[in-house]
């Protein structure tokens, strides 16, 4: 499991390499590339205001996203994804008394994996800083 810091928007990327399917996180400011998001790694995303955006897409080439559900953890809000021409969008709430965080869970179908949907995972992570 792998820590990794983020920009506002946060921006996670599902793409093909080869036959793996592989979400990024286009936004880190952690890495000097975009890293490959483990299920369970920890994205965290810091701000001062009120709540942070996050956007899901597909690469170009890659097969369509069919769902990213925001996953409540340790009492956090509910948060819903909305779709928008392949664009899955959500704005997280950021609290001055505790941090929040969600499983994202991005659902892919894959016909080359006989229409088994593969799920990606990572944790998002919402500090407010003063």
């Given at each position: 499991?792998?820590?990794?810091?983020?920009?506002?928007?946060?921006?996670?990327?599902e793409?093909?390499?080869?036959?793996?399917?592989?979400?990024?996180?286009?936004?880190?400011?952690?890495?000097?590339?975009?890293?490959v998001l483990?299920?369970?790694?920890?994205?965290?995303?810091?701000?001062s205001?009120?709540?942070?955006?996050?956007?899901?897409?597909?690469?170009?080439g890659?097969?369509?996203?069919?769902?990213?559900?925001?996953?409540?953890l340790?009492g956090?809000?509910?948060?819903?994804?909305?779709?928008?021409?392949?664009?899955w969008?959500?704005?997280?709430?950021?609290?001055?008394?505790t941090?929040?965080?969600?499983?994202?869970?991005?659902?892919?179908?894959?016909?080359?994996?006989?229409?088994?949907?593969i799920?990606?995972?990572?944790?998002m992570i919402?500090?407010?800083?003063n």
């Amino acid at each position: 499991m792998a820590d990794y810091t983020t920009s506002i928007p946060v921006q996670m990327i599902e793409a093909v390499n080869g036959v793996t399917h592989e979400l990024l996180l286009g936004s880190c400011t952690s890495s000097a590339t975009s890293p490959v998001l483990q299920p369970r790694d920890k994205v965290t995303a810091e701000t001062s205001g009120s709540s942070v955006l996050s956007t899901v897409t597909a690469a170009s080439g890659a097969p369509g996203i069919t769902g990213v559900t925001a996953t409540p953890l340790n009492g956090s809000p509910s948060v819903n994804y909305t779709n928008s021409s392949g664009v899955w969008t959500a704005t997280f709430p950021a609290s001055s008394f505790t941090e929040y965080s969600w499983r994202v869970e991005v659902t892919i179908e894959s016909e080359e994996r006989g229409g088994k949907a593969i799920v990606l995972d990572p944790i998002m992570i919402v500090r407010k800083t003063n």
